[in-house]
């Protein structure tokens, strides 16, 4: 048979993170996991979008511990740099230019329909900058620039993707082909981890920090937390979210850490009581964080490499970014250089 000419090249991969706190067992579960596990078969672009983060104040020295920690934790957890390309939003200066163009091709009904801006302005109600408003527009640059087949995220992120899809559409409709459509991917279990303490809300970074696991925490930590992790007032171990959202989080976070199902899981705690499941549910969280801890020091130790990863990551970014970039500008019809 005849070879083929061409090679197919391996489909690709954005996603992001903002560091905007030390990432929870909600972003490791939802996202954080799924991009080692993809990493072989695409090729990956993983971004600590420090940009997202500034739509909600941040004090100058802990966005920059928590920006080099993020990328830290990247590592610990097992992204290789050589094979992914790992880096700062904010180190490719095309985010924010393709942002401003797709800006204006997005509509204000649009944005506004947004749940996580509508959160958001709840939360930071001193603070409903333009930034907060325009946020997927910047998302959607960023995996619009590296013309991303995949985007792996958490449940939360759904209507983001698909504001991206329509504005991508959108700007293909009117200028052809320009940028690939992205599909989203969501994990079966855990793409939604549910508040420790109001566990009708997401688990959330930048929230109380008895509402979350960090992936730093120390097994005191972990076990305190499940300790207080609020249950119902019954005594029945079972899976029903709508009813019992507090002990369906804890059994989700169980078969996601373990890899069992839900019947089998519900099935082996039938005889026991809440204390018993939260004591498991720390066991295997305790399990979890104790290797990526012990690399994440590791890595925290070595500046230089940590400054060598973001450099060469923000170099093999722009390179591709910037195709995507003066792409787009060429046909809405601004003059070349
Ligand atoms: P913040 O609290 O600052 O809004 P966040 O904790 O919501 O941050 P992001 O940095 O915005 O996290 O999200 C990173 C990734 O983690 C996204 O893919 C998002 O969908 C996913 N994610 C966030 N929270 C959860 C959660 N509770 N369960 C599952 N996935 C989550
Ligand atoms: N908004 C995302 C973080 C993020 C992102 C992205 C995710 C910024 N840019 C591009 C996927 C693709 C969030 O998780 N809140």
Known sequence: ???????????????????????????YIGAMRNWKMLADEYDCFYMIADLHTITVRQEPAKLRAQSTQMLALLLAIGLDPEQNVLFFQSHVHQHAEMAWLLNCFTYMGEMSRMTQFKDKSAKHADNINCGLFTYPVLMA??????????VPVGADQTQHLEICRDIANRFNGLYSNVFTIPEGYYPKLGARVMSLQEPTRKMSKSDPDDSFIGLLDTPDV?????????????????????????????????CALTGESMDNVVASFSSKGYGDLKNAVADVIIDTLSPIQTEFHRYMA???YLESVWRTGAERASRIAERTLSKAMKKIGFVAK
């Not at 083929?4 to 067992?25: D, E, F, H, M």
């Not at 640059?141 to 995949?150: M, N």
């Not at 029945?236 to 169980?254: A, Q, T």
């Open 1 to 27: 048979m005849e070879p083929t000419a061409t090679v197919q090249r391996k489909k690709r991969i954005l996603s992001g993170i903002q560091p905007s706190g030390t990432p929870t067992l909600g972003n």
């Open 141 to 150: 640059g960023d995996i619009l620039l590296y013309q991303a087949d995949l």
């Open 222 to 254: 972990v076990r305190r937390k499940m300790r207080r992790a609020v249950t119902d007032s019954e005594t029945e171990i079972r899976y029903d979210p709508e009813n019992k959202p507090g002990v369906s989080n804890l059994l989700s976070i169980y």
């Open 302 to 304: 070595d500046k230089s």
